[in-house]
C-alpha cells in the first residue's frame, strides 16, 4: 500500500525548511519539538528519502529534500488560494494578493490602484514585493505571488507562464544635475563616461544590452546595480551615466537633481506585461485588483 502523505506533514516540512531549525518551527507552529521531529520522521519514513541534514546549528536540505520542498510550497499556497477563492466567491470579501512589480511601476501606477482598491475592499491585506521578474521568478512558480508587471526579455519562460502586454515606456539617457556631459546630443560623445545600469537579466535592460552590441562603440558599464533605486541614486550623486525611464525628469522628487540628455538616438521603449503562472486561476479578488491595474494602464 503506497504512503499517503499528511496535511500536517507537509505544513511541518515546509516550515522546518525555511526556519532551518526545529526549534523555530516549533514555535511557529505553536507544537511541541518531539511532535514535529515525530512528524518529519514519519514522512522521510513514509517518501522512503532523507529530507534534512541535521546540524549543530539546525537542519538544511538534502538534494530529495530541496526537490520535495518546491512541491509543498506550492501545495500550501494553492489549498491558500483555493480556501480564499471559496470564501470570496461566498461573499467573505477578505485575504491577502501577493503581487511583484518593476520599480517604474511601483512608482507611477501603483500608489492610485493600490489607495482606491484598498478603499473598495479595506478587509484585503496587499503585499508588494519590487524589482525586475528575475528576482521574482521562484515566487511566481510557487504561487507566493499572484501575479507580476514587469518588463520581459523572451527567452526560457515563455511556457511557464502567459504574458499580456499592458503598456509600453520611453527611456531616456540621464545624469545628474550640472554633469559636464549635459550638453552632449548623441551616444557617440558620451561613451567617454562611466556609465551604470540595474542587472541586464530577462529585462529592458537586456534588449538595451543587445542594441548597443550591434553599434560601433558601446558604453563602459562600469557598475551594474541589483535595484532600480541604488542605480538611480548613483547618477543622482555622481558622475555616471544611466538610461531610465523618461517619467523619472518629471518626478518632484528626482527632477531637481536629475538631467536627461536629449541624444539625437531613438532608444527603445520598455514593454511591461502582466505575467501569471499558466496553471493558475486568479481569486475573485485577485481578477479585480488585475482589472484595475489594466485600467490605469489605458492611455
Known amino acids: 500500500m503506497s504512503f499517503q502523505v499528511k496535511f500536517h506533514q507537509i505544513r511541518a516540512f515546509v516550515e522546518v525548511a525555511r526556519h532551518g531549525s526545529i526549534r523555530s518551527a516549533s514555535r511557529t507552529l505553536n507544537i511541541s519539538q518531539p511532535a514535529l521531529t515525530k512528524s518529519i520522521k514519519e514522512l522521510e519514513e513514509g517518501i522512503a528519502a532523507r529530507l534534512f541534514i541535521r546540524r549543530s546549528q539546525g537542519v538544511a536540505l ?10 509543498a510550497r506550492l501545495i500550501l499556497e ?18 491577502q494578493i501577493n ?31 519590487e524589482g ?28 511557464e507562464f502567459t504574458f499580456e502586454k499592458l503598456f509600453e515606456k520611453p527611456f531616456a539617457v540621464f545624469a545628474r544635475q550640472g554633469h ?11 561613451m567617454a ?20 552590441h550591434h553599434r560601433a562603440q558601446t558604453p563602459r558599464i562600469s557598475v551594474v546595480c541589483e535595484t532600480f ?11 555616471f551615466l544611466s538610461i531610465l525611464p523618461q517619467e523619472l525628469g518629471a518626478d518632484p522628487l528626482l527632477a531637481p537633481r536629475l538631467t536627461q540628455i536629449p541624444v539625437a538616438e531613438s532608444l527603445p521603449k520598455a514593454a511591461y506585461y502582466l505575467i501569471q503562472r499558466r496553471d493558475t486561476t486568479p481569486t475573485p479578488l485577485t481578477s ?11 492611455p
Not at 229 to 239: F, G, P, T
Open 180 to 190: 559636464p556631459a549635459a550638453a552632449a546630443r548623441s551616444l557617440d560623445e558620451l
Open 99 to 129: 503581487i511583484g512589480l518593476g520599480a517604474s511601476v511601483a512608482r507611477s501606477l501603483m500608489p492610485a490602484v493600490i489607495s482606491r482598491f484598498h478603499q473598495q475592499h479595506p478587509q484585503v491585506k496587499v503585499r508588494i514585493m
Open 288 to 298: 479585480a485588483l488585475i482589472t484595475a491595474f489594466r485600467r490605469e494602464s489605458r
Open 132 to 159: 525586475q521578474l528575475v528576482s521574482m521568478i521562484n515566487e511566481l512558480r510557487q504561487g507566493e505571488l499572484d501575479f507580476t508587471i514587469n518588463t520581459y526579455y523572451q527567452g526560457p519562460y515563455d511556457r
Open 62 to 71: 538534502t538534494e530529495c529534500g530541496e526537490s520535495f520542498y518546491q512541491h
Open 78 to 95: 494553492e489549498l491558500r488560494a483555493a480556501q480564499e477563492d471559496i470564501r470570496q466567491r461566498q461573499g467573505q470579501l477578505a485575504g
Open 229 to 239: 533605486s541604488s542605480c538611480i541614486s548613483l547618477v543622482a550623486q555622481s558622475d
Open 193 to 212: 563616461y562611466d556609465w551604470t545600469m540595474p542587472t541586464p537579466r530577462g529585462s529592458y535592460y537586456k534588449h538595451l544590452e543587445d542594441l548597443f
